[in-house]
């Protein structure tokens, strides 16, 4: 309430009537300053609640590195190399994990670098059940594209396409230019899927707004919204599969 109203209410109203109007005043004074209390109190714990954050995430990586190098060094004590280079490349993964603050896009040759350490750890737990072969164009390692596209789509063929193979399986990441694009491609030959499986897979990825959450192969759509979202519209991800035959998802992005 300015002076002015208040001037206006005290000088206006005499005997009860001043005496209301005063009561009034001191009311609304006294919500003024609760509301500046619970504004001071807000602001307070969420300085308290960034601080914690903040120390949590310098606690947590220093712990995971800490651990993974105790794990390694009693592993290769005990002669136990394979934990000893499993350790390395999950370490390099968590590093590359947590950076992600750091910029939204790295270069492809950073991006392979990823995934070829996930790889690594995938071929251990299924015993070498799969090969991956990887082929980039002159030139093209040092284009930027977003981070983490590409784990997530070999993450679900690995799992989807070769999982259930009795033979090995062969996966290929290749990174070529068409047109003014860039295509990276990740091709299996594993189970494959039906053009209805193929059909239902393709709107799910392209859906703006899913009423179910499916488990199966949210990682390919979160990185073909993602790519859409900061790339624009004309970019994402395209799928050809046949029955046994495998699949083919084409990433498609702008050349940077």
């Not at 009311?27 to 003024?32: C, D, G, L, V």
């Not at 590195?65 to 794990?71: I, K, P, R």
């Not at 790889?119 to 995938?122: A, C, E, G, P």
């Given at each position: 309430m300015?002076?002015l109203?208040?001037?206006y209410?005290?000088h206006t109203?005499?005997?009860?009537?001043?005496s209301?109007?005063a009561?009034?005043l001191k009311?609304?004074?006294?919500?003024?300053m609760q509301d500046?209390?619970?504004e001071v109190?807000?602001?307070k714990?969420?300085k308290?609640?960034a601080?914690?954050k903040?120390?949590q995430?310098?606690i947590n990586p220093h712990?995971l590195?800490?651990?993974?190098?105790?794990?390694s060094?009693?592993?290769a004590?005990n002669q136990?190399?394979?934990i000893?280079?499993?350790c390395s490349?999950l370490?390099?993964i968590?590093?590359?994990?947590?950076?992600?603050?750091?910029s939204?896009?790295?270069?492809v040759?950073?991006?392979?670098?990823?995934?070829e350490?996930y790889?690594?750890?995938?071929k251990i737990r299924?015993?070498n059940q799969?090969?991956?072969?990887?082929?980039?164009?002159?030139g093209?390692?040092?284009?930027l594209?977003?981070r983490?596209?590409?784990?997530?789509i070999?993450e679900?063929?690995i799992v989807?396409?070769m999982?259930?193979?009795?033979?090995q399986?062969?996966?290929e990441?290749?990174?070529?230019?068409?047109?003014?694009?860039?295509?990276i491609?990740?091709?299996?030959?594993?189970?494959?899927?039906?053009q209805?499986?193929l059909?239902?897979l393709?709107r799910?990825i392209?859906?703006l707004?899913?009423?179910?959450?499916k488990k199966?192969?949210?990682?390919v759509r979160?990185v073909h919204q993602r790519?859409?979202m900061?790339?624009?519209e004309?970019?994402?991800?395209r799928?050809?599969?046949?029955v046994y035959?495998g699949?083919v998802?084409e990433i498609?992005?702008?050349?940077?």
């Open positions: 300015s002076e109203a208040k001037w209410v005290v109203y005499s005997g009860y009537e001043n209301v109007a009561n009034i009311a609304a004074e006294n919500r003024k500046l209390i619970q109190y807000e602001q714990e969420l308290q609640r601080e914690l903040q120390l995430e310098q712990f590195y800490n651990t993974l190098e105790t794990m060094s009693i592993a004590v136990v190399f394979l000893c280079d499993m490349k370490g390099e968590f590093r590359y994990s947590l950076g992600s603050s750091d939204e896009f790295v270069t040759s950073q991006e392979l670098h990823h995934t350490n790889v690594f750890i995938q299924y015993g799969f090969e991956v072969y990887y082929s980039v164009d002159d093209l390692d040092k284009k594209i977003p983490f596209i590409l784990q997530p070999v679900n063929a989807h396409g999982e259930r193979m009795t033979t399986g062969t996966l990441i290749s990174v070529t230019q068409k047109e003014e694009n860039l295509l491609k990740i091709e299996d030959d594993g189970v494959g899927m039906d209805e499986q059909q239902e393709c799910y392209d859906a707004d899913i009423k179910e959450k199966r192969s949210i990682g979160n790519i859409k900061i790339c624009g004309q970019y994402g991800i799928i050809r599969s046949e035959r699949s998802f498609y992005l702008p050349m940077r």
